[in-house]
């Protein structure tokens, strides 16, 4: 990677965790909404804010930085109680994020569409103008409080504001000093922090600036108290702390004298600040001062427009005239530009959330991308004691080389003298063999963690668009996470993120009934969706559910029926289960089907692809009023697997383990037909049968025995009759290129040790035909 | 590095909490030759670094989780050990009245994110008076 490109995906990255902990935050916020929110928290928000504007304006990502300035202002209003956090406030910022994230998406590809840039122009104005009402304050009451100007100078904005907030209400001030040993002083202050914090706010932590001998230092921390001062005084027992009280002088009448304070360090401020700007060679605008600019239309986005501000947002006022509805047609509007730019299409008419799902998930499609909820960066974060552990066997792995190579040398010293004892030369050779092998593996093992990843970030992600996707739809939804620490490769966390949009969006658009029918049915007002992940052996399972009102599977049928998916024989040989997952076959839905059904099916073959391309299966369980569920099943990792090799008609084959369940050797005369299929009775249940040289075309041995591998997936079971067994190796899956890669039943290929390669067989899609078979076989 | 004929480098203390940025002006900075950038996150780092190096010259973002750079600031001015090492303040737009407050405490200088490695260049050298 080049420079530039090398910096990009380090803003990306950094971006996106940003972004990613502003989320996490701002679902804490949604979900308490209604109560006071923690001044920590947003204070977090806002930090994030701030970051993030710092970081884009260092990269020179100019909308980035201009929306993140302006949630930072709206924050700050919000810390500073200049502004109550209303729905209004809270669906703007979680708007906000949003944006910012299709503004990353956009910087990583190093692109910058119109309509995005519109929807931050609209979107930033709406942030300035959100409670731009109550901004004059007459009096400012830090003032009254007896505070030394050199430590008031030292205070950042917010934490002058946090002072100010405190002054006002009325709360008691102290002044907590504590002196401490240099080497461990983040500790001593951590502890006296969490003794300080459930008494009242530490409003600043300022460093002494008297010297505290060699190896000390003393802070002076700025608090205010929630208790009596003889509780504070109590609870600081045993503390290196002491306790100073700061006087507040009275309101009334105002003292004038002290609120000369300030405007002294400001006037130094002003002269210094003289001195040094022309010193500073900086190329760019923005070191303008942004006041003397004249402010500019509502829609122009030039280079500096970065600095727009709260400042001329009351010019900006008169976009903003405009009713909720206007704008949110506007929102609409734009979000329809930025996916595609072809002219809206007819059917683009109907109500808006149609128009988004109606698309089939196209992976690294462009459309999705205000919708997607995959990550941006291909960083995996790795605990360090992983690596540790990954450092430690390769220094292992140097000793065995190093044995190695002293019996190369051993034995070269020996060439021309006897051999002594060729035995114990084999000895030694297979003891390092053994440990070379143990320590590839732990290798292996340990690489294949680093490459994990907790569901839970592709979870959080999803938590925010379904919020999003919820309000879209006039729908009332609980959205409920379980599991998300549960782990997958970093691959197939990132994979997942798409299809499982797609079915939450289609549980929350067309599963979940409106409030009111639901109410009417007798169920909750809310409707309920839920994400669950768990792990189960080498494979995991999410499960997307919902409470809504099913799939009517008649309604399915009768479509497949009339697309000439399946004929008239074969709908009246299927269970229930199989005529509901007909909606995963491709052509099934279009955006017609969507009303005329109860809704489901939207690109559902798509989604079913994509599983299926990470060795997955996907299965849909549903009961008419009761809601419907889709689990997926997925590999815990692709990376390297451990697989079965198989001999069939002098070809080998390799299976995946993970989906092996069992072996059984069986005579020919062991297996029935019934129905024109071969079965086996395995423990007095039917077990499909599939004799894999039949499947694939080869010629058929006739043995006196199968060796029968009996494949797995959910709930799918299947017999695959094989000619020899040959043993189990790990082996690292290659994808088929080019035209090989449609071919039914092979997932990809692999290479063996002794340098064969083998195509490794696809359970999922051989479950699938043997499921098929049973379809067809009326 | 440390070799008994090399001359001693300068030491350059950053601290800055946003992880690009910060290796950004290190790197930046260690592209003058005789240059060793110490980076690190957090002003309690920073105090605890203080003592332990002789710094030419100390860079420090204003806004930081645990001490601001305010009074990273004063307490490097008020301290005789320290006070006469050049520091310079990296601010983002919009927070003059941080940064006024910071060149008031005693700051040399101020660079407004985003800025050019050039300028960051120029001032470093100027400070430490390298040709």
């Known amino acids: 990677m080049n420079q530039a490109g090398k910096a990009l995906a380090e803003f990306v990255a950094e971006g996106t965790e940003i972004l990613e902990a502003l989320g996490k935050d701002l679902l804490v916020l949604d979900q308490q909404r209604g109560t006071d929110p923690e001044p920590d928290l947003i204070n977090g928000i806002f930090r994030a804010a701030h970051s993030l504007k710092g970081l884009s304006a260092l990269f020179g990502q100019e909308r980035i930085s201009k929306l993140a300035h302006q949630a930072e202002d709206l924050l700050d209003r919000l810390r500073l109680g200049k502004l109550s956090l209303d729905d209004q406030v809270l669906d703007s910022l979680i708007e906000t994020l949003d944006v910012l994230q299709a503004l990353l998406a956009e910087a990583s590809r190093e692109v910058s569409s119109d309509a995005l840039s519109g929807r931050v122009t609209e979107l930033g104005t709406r942030l300035a103008n959100l409670g731009m009402t109550s901004a004059a304050v007459d009096e400012d009451p830090l003032d009254r409080l007896e505070l030394d100007a050199q430590v008031r100078a030292v205070f950042t904005e917010y934490e002058e504001h946090r002072l100010r907030e405190n002054v006002r209400r009325g709360v008691a001030l102290f002044r907590v000093r504590a002196a401490f040993d240099l080497s461990d002083f983040d500790t001593g202050l951590a502890e006296l922090n969490s003794r300080l914090k459930p008494l009242g706010e530490v409003v600043s932590t300022l460093p002494s600036s008297e010297p505290g001998g060699a190896s000390g230092i003393a802070f002076d921390l700025i608090f205010g108290a929630k208790v009596p001062e003889s509780e504070l005084a109590a609870k600081l027992q045993g503390t290196p702390a002491q306790l100073f009280a700061l006087r507040v002088r009275p309101a009334a009448g105002g003292a004038p004298a002290p609120a000369a304070h300030a405007p002294v360090a400001q006037s130094v401020a002003q002269g210094s600040r003289q001195s040094a700007p022309p010193s500073v060679e900086t190329p760019a605008a923005p070191k303008k001062p942004r006041k003397k600019r004249a402010p500019k239309g509502g829609g122009a986005e030039t280079p500096d427009a970065v600095t727009e501000s709260p400042v001329q947002a009351p010019l900006l006022r008169a976009v903003e005239q405009a009713s909720p509805e206007e704008l949110t047609q506007g929102v609409l509007e734009a979000m329809r530009m930025g996916e595609s730019t072809s002219p809206p299409r007819a059917e683009l008419a109907g109500p808006p959330v149609r128009t988004l799902t109606d698309e089939p998930v196209s992976p690294r499609g462009p459309r999705m991308e205000n919708e997607s909820a995959r990550s941006l960066t291909q960083t995996v974060r790795v605990d360090i004691s992983r690596l540790d552990a990954l450092m430690n066997t390769v220094g292992e792995l140097l000793l065995i080389k190093a044995n190695l190579q002293r019996m190369v040398e051993a034995s070269r010293q020996q060439e021309g003298s006897v051999m002594l004892s060729s035995k114990m030369w084999g000895q030694e050779l297979s003891r390092e063999t053994r440990q070379l092998e143990r320590k590839l593996d732990a290798l292996q093992q340990g690489l294949l963690e680093a490459r994990m990843v907790p569901v839970g970030q592709v979870f959080d992600r999803l938590a925010r668009l379904v919020r999003r996707i919820a309000r879209d739809a006039g729908k009332e939804i609980d959205f409920v996470i379980g599991g998300g620490d549960v782990e997958l490769d970093k691959l197939i966390v990132e994979e997942l993120s798409d299809p499982l949009m797609h079915i939450i969006r289609n549980a929350i658009d067309h599963g979940a009934e409106s409030p009111e029918a639901r109410l009417a049915a007798g169920k909750s007002r809310r409707a309920r969706v839920s994400l669950r992940a768990e792990q189960k052996g080498n494979h995991v399972v999410i499960e997307v559910s919902d409470d809504g009102a099913g799939i009517d599977e008649l309604g399915v049928r009768d479509m497949a029926l009339r697309k000439n998916l399946i004929t008239e024989a074969q709908a009246r040989e299927m269970s229930r289960r199989e005529l509901l997952n007909l909606i995963f076959l491709p052509g099934f839905s279009t955006a017609r089907s969507v009303s005329e059904l109860s809704g489901r099916g939207v690109g559902l073959d798509v989604v079913k692809n994509n599983i299926g391309n990470l060795s997955g299966i996907i299965d849909v369980w549903s009961e008419r009023g009761q809601g419907t569920a889709f689990h997926l099943t997925l590999p815990v990792t692709l990376a390297i697997i451990r697989a079965l090799v198989v001999g069939v008609s002098g070809r080998t084959y390799a299976v995946p383990l993970n989906s092996v369940l069992e072996i059984l050797s069986v005579k020919p005369s062991e297996i029935r037909t019934v129905e024109r299929r071969e079965v086996l009775d395995v423990r007095g249940t039917t077990l499909p049968l599939m004799r894999l040289a039949r499947q694939f075309g080869h010629p058929e041995r006739q043995n006196d025995r199968h060796f029968v591998v009996v494949a797995g997936l959910a709930q799918e079971r299947l017999g695959i009759a094989v000619d020899e067994l040959q043993g189990q190796q790990d082996i690292v899956v290659k994808s088929l290129g080019g035209r090989l890669q449609g071919v039914r039943g092979i997932s990809g290929a692999a290479d063996l040790a002794n340098r064969r390669t083998v195509l490794v067989l696809d359970v999922g899609a051989l479950l699938e035909e043997g499921m098929s078979l049973e379809r067809r076989r009326a | ?131």
């Open chain 2, 1 to 131: 590095m440390g070799g008994r004929f090399q001359p001693m480098k300068f030491k350059i203390l950053i601290v800055e909490d946003s992880k690009a940025s910060r290796e950004l002006i290190a790197a930046t900075v260690e592209s003058i030759s005789g240059l060793e950038a110490i980076a690190t996150s957090s002003g309690f780092e920073a105090l605890k670094l203080l003592p332990r190096h002789r710094f030419d010259l100390i860079i420090t973002d204003i806004n930081m989780p645990d001490i601001n750079g305010l009074e990273l600031i004063n307490f490097v001015k008020k301290n005789p050990n320290y006070r006469d090492t050049p520091l310079f303040i990296v601010t983002t737009e919009g927070r003059e009245k941080d940064r006024d407050r910071g060149l008031a405490l005693g700051a040399a200088e101020y660079l407004v994110k985003p800025f050019s490695p050039q300028s960051l260049v120029g001032l470093v050298r100027r400070y430490l008076k390298l040709a």
